[in-house]
């Protein structure tokens, strides 16, 4: 069975200060890494996604991936309170998405 | 702009009655489209995936007669919740994959009360 985990949280940090959030996924066969951000009654919106080994980088954003480790995670530097939300992790197994239980962020002013 | 527009983004119903969701691919021709279910503070469960012109692949678990699932074109697919209970009330999302990315309707709240 394909899993994808993630520390639920809270994780909260302090404005200014960089957020790390961890996925691991259990299927090395995975071939996409998606992470998505959710608002409290909300769809989730798409932050990032990465293919390839190493680091991808979009503003404020990086995302990380470890294949031989199966692990991807996600860093938010300069975080703000608006980043407040949950961060999904989702893998893409070539027919369809699963997703991790979500980690729940909370940027202190 | 929106990708998919995903209709109504809520629904207050009683119970025993039906309600349909549709999601409309605005900018792509939708040949799959995930169907979601998330409880509150949990992730999204995969409920099927419908097939435009054919049947519906439901996940294990998963009701087929309760959950119908239909997807007649490239541009719309729709979800009916058949003699809605209160526990089927939850937040339903329908997600258009196009090659490796995915492209979520807004989602529908539906309280069955």
């Known amino acids: ?109 | 702009g929106a990708v998919v527009s995903q209709h109504p983004s809520r629904v207050i119903c009683k119970s025993g009655t039906s309600v349909k969701i549709e999601c409309r691919s605005l900018d792509f021709q939708a040949t799959t489209m995930f169907w979601y279910r998330q409880f509150p503070k949990k992730s999204l469960m995969l409920m099927a995936t419908s097939n435009e012109g054919s049947k519906a692949t439901y996940e294990q678990g998963v009701e087929k007669d309760k959950f119908l699932i239909n997807h007649a074109s490239l541009t719309l697919s729709t979800l009916t919740v058949t003699s809605a209970h209160p526990e089927d009330s939850s937040f339903y999302i329908c997600t258009l994959p196009v090659g490796t990315e995915a492209f979520f309707g807004q989602g529908t709240r539906l309280t069955v009360v």
């Not at chain 1, 293919?51 to 996600?74: I, P, W």
């Not at chain 1, 530097?77 to 989702?90: N, V």
């Open chain 1, 1 to 109: 069975q394909k899993e994808v985990e993630q520390n639920s949280g809270p994780l909260s940090v302090p404005e200014g200060a960089i957020a790390s959030l961890n996925c691991t996924y259990s299927d090395r066969g995975s071939q996409s890494f998606f992470w998505y951000r959710q608002y409290s009654g909300k769809s989730p919106e798409l932050i990032m996604f990465i293919y390839s080994n190493g680091d991808k980088e979009d503003g404020r954003f990086t995302a990380q991936l470890n294949k031989a480790s199966q692990y991807v995670s996600l860093l938010i530097r300069d975080s703000q309170p608006s980043d407040s939300a949950t961060y999904l992790c989702a893998v893409w197994y070539g027919q369809n998405f699963v997703f991790g239980p979500g980690t729940r962020l909370s940027v202190l002013p």
